[in-house]
């Protein structure tokens, strides 16, 4: 149906290698959505929710053993080993071709094979780039129609070219001795197999939108970057711009739609969503660093998300939304854990049991998902689909830290705040497998997400400031210090902007601060607390402080980090240097 050669060649070489019973060409429409809803409830592989309360909504259930992004199994495949460097699993290109292709071989037998065309970026921008996923998955065609531009307009875009992003994805036997998520930068590929969940098996996003990104980027002067944009309305109607980036499932998605203090909003502050996850980023004609969100929808967590913490995101999941191991209720709506609504008497729970209130085990899995259109979101703002892009004030940066983080920082300059975001760490979460809560190393939350050598990444970082003529302030925040009761201290969520207001005061000019060894702080009082019952400004003071030996032991542990690369840039040392002196070390 479509005539790209290089498309057609390359899925016939697949369908060579896989030999699917069927090819059937995605166009987007929606007669195709209805077409595969119905074949996907008729085998089981979805559930119809309840159509008057969630209209066109699905549910689906992954294998146990499948219901996170698999880092240990996630590789960069390269030429030369250093090319992927001392943060990512390597395997040399031919050989993961080879080994890859003997799981691949004969894969798709007896199935249909769905070759996707998408987008990712608005249709036609600059920023935009178009992939091509082949996957023998009905779950994977419905949510990349959720997530990217998909179908008939992608060939559009593509026309004639050959430049394309290759992505094959086969369910196989969804046996995670045999999972393997293997990236080819140097030949614009993606190869996944044996794993049915998220960010292993929608390509356009975390393989594409950020590991082939990253390195396109560097090699065309651009930044893929794992980061939120919003906007934020004062009211006289000017909006900024900001993006911050933080570790997978540490409140991209809930700064992205969160919704001011009741004293804030009466005053006219509004916040703008343009995208919960993945930044691209250009230097625009004005000189400013400007960004656009690849995706098309959200990719959220489910469990904690309520009316209280995140309406704008749980009022997107109202319609056309697959949910992914979340409990099911006996009506066929939803459930999670810290949904706001109380356990019904009777679940069924993610992994497909009866679940009672208090039966000891969690009815939702901790990474279960909602993919919903971001159109649907309220809070969407008007330039989200911009080819153009939104100009960026500041950049954050954050994580989960019970100690040491300054609830917010300002960097000195734009190489210091490269070396803030390098040094940054956070404790893990239920969104990738392993332990949870255990603090590690995240540069600019992307450890999991560069697609080169980190060093060199970082180097990108620092070539790009001197090319920025106008570029955006660099911060840092912590949502996440806790008390002597492991309590969070900062209430979070909307009264975050409370921070955000500071630091597009600070990008204005409009507030001084206080000049630590560490960067810039505010001073206690410049942090808007109107309304807000529970805090006063010695718990600002609290936050805001900074323990000299606590900060003596970050150092030497970014230091043991840092000694790693062996290709980090002069700059890094250098700042690493300033701190440890500034520190009185
Ligand atoms: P990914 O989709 O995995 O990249 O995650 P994300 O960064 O978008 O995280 P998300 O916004 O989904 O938040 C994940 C968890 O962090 C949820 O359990 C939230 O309730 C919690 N969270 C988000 N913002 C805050 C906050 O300001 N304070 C506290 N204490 N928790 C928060
Ligand atoms: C993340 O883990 O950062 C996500 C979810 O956004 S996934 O798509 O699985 O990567
Ligand atoms: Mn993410």
């Given at each position: 149906?479509?005539?790209?050669?290089?498309?057609?060649?390359?899925?016939?070489?697949?369908?060579?290698?896989?030999?699917?019973?069927?090819?059937?060409?995605?166009?987007?429409?929606?007669?195709?959505?209805?077409?595969?809803?119905?074949?996907?409830?008729?085998?089981?592989?979805?559930?119809?929710?309840?159509?008057?309360?969630?209209?066109?909504?699905?549910?689906?259930?992954?294998?146990?053993?499948?219901?996170?992004?698999?880092?240990?199994?996630?590789?960069?495949?390269?030429?030369?080993?250093?090319?992927?460097?001392?943060?990512?699993?390597?395997?040399?290109?031919?050989?993961?071709?080879?080994?890859?292709?003997?799981?691949?071989?004969?894969?798709?037998?007896?199935?249909?094979?769905?070759?996707?065309?998408?987008?990712?970026?608005?249709?036609?921008?600059?920023?935009?780039?178009?992939?091509?996923?082949?996957?023998?998955?009905?779950?994977?065609?419905?949510?990349?129609?959720?997530?990217?531009?998909?179908?008939?307009?992608?060939?559009?875009?593509?026309?004639?070219?050959?430049?394309?992003?290759?992505?094959l994805h086969?369910?196989?036997?969804?046996?995670?001795?045999?999972?393997?998520i293997?990236?080819?930068?140097?030949?614009?590929?993606i190869w996944s197999i044996?794993s049915?969940?998220?960010?292993n098996v929608?390509l356009?996003?975390?393989c594409?939108?950020?590991?082939?990104?990253?390195?396109?980027?560097?090699?065309?002067?651009?930044?893929?970057?794992?980061?939120?944009?919003?906007?934020?309305?004062?009211?006289?109607?000017?909006?900024?711009?900001?993006?911050?980036?933080?570790?997978?499932?540490?409140?991209?998605?809930?700064?992205?739609?969160?919704?001011?203090?009741?004293?804030?909003?009466?005053?006219?502050?509004?916040?703008?969503?343009?995208?919960?996850?993945?930044?691209?980023?250009?230097?625009?004609?004005?000189?400013?660093?400007?960004?656009?969100?690849?995706?098309?929808?959200?990719?959220?967590?489910?469990?904690?998300?309520?009316?209280?913490?995140?309406?704008?995101?749980?009022?997107?999941?109202?319609?056309?939304?697959?949910?992914?191991?979340?409990?099911?209720?006996?009506?066929?709506?939803?459930?999670?854990?810290?949904?706001?609504?109380?356990?019904?008497?009777?679940?069924?729970?993610?992994?497909?049991?009866?679940?009672?209130?208090?039966?000891?085990?969690?009815?939702?899995?901790?990474?279960?998902?909602?993919?919903?259109?971001?159109?649907?979101?309220?809070?969407?703002?008007?330039?989200?689909?911009?080819?153009?892009?939104?100009?960026?004030?500041?950049?954050?940066?954050?994580?989960?830290?019970?100690?040491?983080?300054?609830?917010?920082?300002?960097?000195?300059?734009?190489?210091?705040?490269?070396?803030?975001?390098?040094?940054?760490?956070?404790?893990?979460?239920?969104?990738?497998?392993?332990?949870?809560?255990?603090?590690?190393?995240?540069?600019?939350?992307?450890?999991?997400?560069?697609?080169?050598?980190?060093?060199?990444?970082?180097?990108?970082?620092?070539?790009?400031?001197?090319?920025?003529?106008?570029?955006?302030?660099?911060?840092?925040?912590?949502?996440?210090?806790?008390?002597?009761?492991?309590?969070?201290?900062?209430?979070?969520?909307?009264?975050?902007?409370?921070?955000?207001?500071?630091?597009?005061?600070?990008?204005?000019?409009?507030?001084?601060?206080?000049?630590?060894?560490?960067?810039?702080?505010?001073?206690?009082?410049?942090?808007?607390?109107?309304?807000?019952?529970?805090?006063?400004?010695?718990?600002?003071?609290?936050?805001?402080?900074?323990?000299?030996?606590?900060?003596?032991?970050?150092?030497?542990?970014?230091?043991?980090?840092?000694?790693?690369?062996?290709?980090?840039?002069?700059?890094?040392?250098?700042?690493?240097?300033?701190?440890?002196?500034?520190?009185?070390?």
């Amino acid at each position: 149906m479509y005539n790209n050669i290089h498309v057609k060649n390359w899925v016939e070489e697949v369908a060579k290698l896989t030999q699917p019973a069927e090819i059937v060409w995605c166009d987007g429409s929606e007669e195709e959505r209805e077409r595969l809803t119905k074949e996907a409830i008729s085998t089981g592989e979805m559930i119809e929710l309840n159509q008057e309360e969630l209209p066109g909504c699905l549910y689906h259930r992954t294998a146990e053993n499948d219901v996170a992004r698999v880092e240990h199994l996630t590789f960069i495949c390269t030429t030369e080993k250093d090319d992927a460097g001392p943060t990512n699993n390597w395997m040399e290109k031919t050989l993961a071709y080879a080994k890859l292709g003997t799981l691949f071989n004969g894969a798709m037998k007896g199935r249909t094979m769905y070759v996707i065309p998408y987008i990712m970026g608005p249709a036609f921008s600059s920023f935009s780039k178009v992939g091509i996923e082949v996957t023998d998955s009905i779950y994977v065609v419905l949510n990349m129609r959720i997530m990217t531009r998909m179908g008939k307009i992608a060939m559009d875009m593509l026309g004639d070219s050959p430049n394309f992003v290759r992505g094959l994805h086969s369910k196989g036997t969804v046996d995670p001795e045999k999972r393997m998520i293997c990236h080819f930068p140097e030949d614009n590929a993606i190869w996944s197999i044996n794993s049915a969940y998220g960010g292993n098996v929608l390509l356009g996003k975390k393989c594409f939108a950020l590991r082939i990104a990253s390195y396109l980027g560097r090699k065309e002067g651009w930044m893929a970057e794992h980061m939120l944009i919003l906007g934020i309305e004062n009211p006289k109607g000017e909006i900024k711009y900001v993006t911050a980036a933080f570790p997978s499932a540490c409140g991209k998605t809930n700064l992205a739609m969160m919704v001011p203090p009741e004293s804030f909003a009466k005053e006219g502050y509004k916040v703008w969503t343009v995208g919960d996850d993945i930044a691209w980023l250009r230097i625009g004609e004005d000189g400013r660093l400007w960004a656009v969100n690849p995706e098309a929808g959200f990719f959220g967590v489910a469990p904690g998300t309520s009316m209280k913490s995140n309406p704008n995101a749980l009022l997107t999941t109202k319609k056309n939304t697959i949910f992914t191991n979340v409990a099911l209720t006996e009506n066929k709506t939803v459930w999670w854990e810290n949904m706001g609504v109380e356990a019904p008497d009777k679940l069924i729970d993610w992994k497909g049991n009866e679940w009672t209130p208090g039966c000891g085990t969690k009815a939702a899995h901790p990474n279960s998902r909602f993919t919903a259109p971001a159109c649907q979101c309220p809070s969407i703002s008007s330039e989200w689909e911009n080819p153009a892009g939104v100009p960026i004030s500041a950049m954050i940066f954050g994580g989960r830290r019970a100690k040491v983080a300054p609830l917010v920082y300002q960097s000195f300059s734009w190489n210091h705040g490269v070396f803030v975001g390098a040094t940054m760490a956070s404790e893990t979460t239920a969104a990738a497998t392993g332990a949870v809560g255990v603090v590690r190393r995240d540069p600019m939350a992307m450890l999991p997400f560069i697609g080169y050598n980190v060093g060199d990444y970082f180097a990108h970082w620092i070539e790009m400031g001197k090319k920025i003529p106008n570029p955006p302030a660099i911060f840092n925040v912590n949502w996440f210090r806790t008390d002597d009761n492991g309590k969070f201290i900062w209430p979070g969520f909307g009264d975050n902007l409370r921070v955000i207001l500071w630091i597009l005061k600070r990008v204005a000019g409009e507030v001084d601060a206080v000049e630590t060894p560490i960067g810039y702080l505010p001073k206690p009082e410049d942090i808007d607390l109107t309304g807000l019952d529970d805090i006063n400004i010695d718990t600002i003071k609290e936050l805001l402080s900074i323990d000299k030996e606590t900060w003596a032991q970050e150092v030497k542990e970014q230091k043991e980090f840092l000694s790693k690369f062996d290709r980090l840039p002069a700059e890094i040392k250098d700042e690493y240097e300033a701190l440890v002196k500034r520190l009185g070390l």
